[in-house]
C-alpha cells in the first residue's frame, strides 16, 4: 500500500465565462500528501485554495492534470473518493432545525451507520469538541462559531481516511478554536490524513506537518512548516518591551527599514531580514527609550508567507 494519500501533478481548472476572459484558477499544481500528515493548503484570497478542494473532492471537474485521492482518479472515479473522504466547505451546513444531537443522528444515518455506533460517536465527539452542553439546542440557536465547531464534527463521525476542512474554524472565538485545533490533532494521530486551508498562519504553523503557500493557482513554497520557514529569508523576529513607545522610537526603527513594524501598547514588533539589523535597531531604541524585555526569535511561518507573496506580486 502506498504512504501516499494525495498525488497532484500538473492541476489546471479554467473558469469560462461568456463575454469575460477566461480565469485560470489552478495553474498548474503539483504536491503530495503522505498518509497520516495534517497538510495545510495556505495563501491569499482567490489563491485557488477552495477550488483546489473542491477538485479533490470531486465537487468540480479539473480542465487537465491528474489528481488522485487513495489511489483513485477524482475524474475516473468520482464515487470511490467519495468513499475515502470527508469535507467541511466554507459554506455552513448544519440543519438549523434540528437539535445538536439529531443533526449528529442525521448525518450518521445518511452514511450508513448502525444506531449504537452513532450514539457512541456522539459521546466521544461532543467531548472532544466541547459540546455536550449543547447537543438538546437547535442549530439556529447556536451562534456561528458553535454552528461551524457542529460541523466539523459532525465529519468526523465518519471513519474515513481522508477528511477536507476548509477554513475550519471561520467565525470562532478564541476558545472555541482551540478546542477545535486540539480535537482536528487528536483525530489526526488516529491516522487520518487530513488536509485545510487557513487563513490564520499561526494556526498552520502549530497544527501542520507540511505546507504549501500558494498564489494565483500555483505553489510558490511548500514542505515542512520549518522547511518553508528557513527558505532562505533568514527573517527574524524582534519583540521589544519598553516603559513608553516614543515617536523618537518608532522614528529609530523606521529608519533602518524593517519588513515589519506592530505596536501594541509599550510592546514593539519588528520583523527583519538578518541579525544585524536587529542588533543595530535594539541599540538604538536603548538609545532613546528605556527597554525593559527583548527577544529576538526566528520569524514566524506568517513573515514568512507575507514575504513570499509580496516577492510574488512585484515580480509580476
Same mark, same amino acid.
Given at each position: ?34 498518509? %497520516? ?27 487537465? *492534470?491528474?489528481? @488522485? ?24 451546513? +448544519? ?5 445538536? @444531537? ?7 444515518? #445518511? ?9 457512541? $460517536? +456522539? ?8 459540546? @455536550?452542553?449543547?447537543? $438538546? ?6 451562534? %456561528? ?45 488516529? %491516522? ?27 505553489? +510558490? ?44 501598547? $509599550? ?18 531604541? @536603548?538609545?532613546? *527609550?528605556?527597554?525593559?524585555? #527583548? ?17 510574488? *506580486?512585484?515580480?509580476?
Amino acid at each position: 500500500m502506498s504512504d501516499t494519500a494525495i498525488e497532484v501533478q500538473d492541476l489546471v481548472k479554467v473558469f469560462r465565462r461568456k463575454s469575460h476572459e477566461p480565469i485560470k484558477a489552478v495553474n498548474g499544481l503539483s504536491f503530495r500528501v503522505q498518509r %497520516g500528515d495534517i497538510y495545510g493548503l495556505l495563501g491569499p484570497n482567490g489563491a485557488g485554495k477552495t477550488t483546489t478542494i473542491k477538485i479533490l473532492t470531486t465537487l468540480l471537474a479539473p480542465t487537465s *492534470g491528474i489528481a @488522485r485521492v487513495m489511489g483513485y482518479d477524482v475524474a475516473a472515479k468520482p464515487l470511490a473518493v467519495r468513499r475515502q473522504t470527508c469535507v467541511v466547505l466554507q459554506e455552513d451546513a +448544519i440543519e438549523l432545525y434540528l437539535s445538536v @444531537r439529531n443533526n449528529f443522528r442525521t448525518f450518521g444515518r #445518511f452514511h450508513g451507520l448502525p444506531a449504537k455506533e452513532i450514539e457512541q $460517536n +456522539i459521546d466521544r465527539l461532543s467531548e472532544l469538541f466541547g459540546l @455536550r452542553e449543547y447537543l $438538546n439546542e437547535k442549530g439556529m440557536d447556536l451562534s %456561528g462559531g458553535l454552528k461551524r465547531r457542529v460541523q466539523v464534527a459532525k465529519t468526523f463521525m465518519v471513519d474515513k481516511p481522508i477528511v477536507f476542512l476548509d477554513e475550519a474554524t471561520t467565525g470562532m472565538d478564541a476558545f472555541n478554536k482551540r478546542r477545535t485545533l486540539e480535537a482536528i490533532r487528536e483525530e489526526s494521530r488516529k %491516522g487520518r490524513t487530513i488536509v485545510l486551508t487557513t487563513h490564520l498562519l499561526e494556526e498552520a504553523e502549530e497544527l501542520c506537518d507540511s505546507v504549501a503557500i500558494m498564489n494565483h493557482g500555483t505553489i +510558490i513554497a511548500g514542505g515542512s512548516v520549518e522547511d518553508v520557514k528557513s527558505l532562505g529569508l533568514r527573517l527574524l523576529y524582534l519583540s521589544l518591551s519598553l516603559e513608553r513607545v516614543s515617536e523618537t522610537v518608532i522614528k529609530a526603527i523606521h529608519e533602518r527599514q524593517p519588513l515589519r513594524l506592530e505596536v501594541k501598547d $509599550n510592546t514593539v514588533e519588528v520583523t527583519v531580514r538578518d541579525a544585524a539589523l536587529a542588533l543595530d535597531i535594539l541599540a538604538a531604541v @536603548r538609545a532613546t *527609550g528605556h527597554v525593559q524585555h #527583548f527577544e529576538i526569535t526566528s520569524a514566524s511561518l506568517e513573515d514568512v508567507f507575507v514575504q513570499l507573496v509580496d516577492k510574488e *506580486g512585484s515580480a509580476g
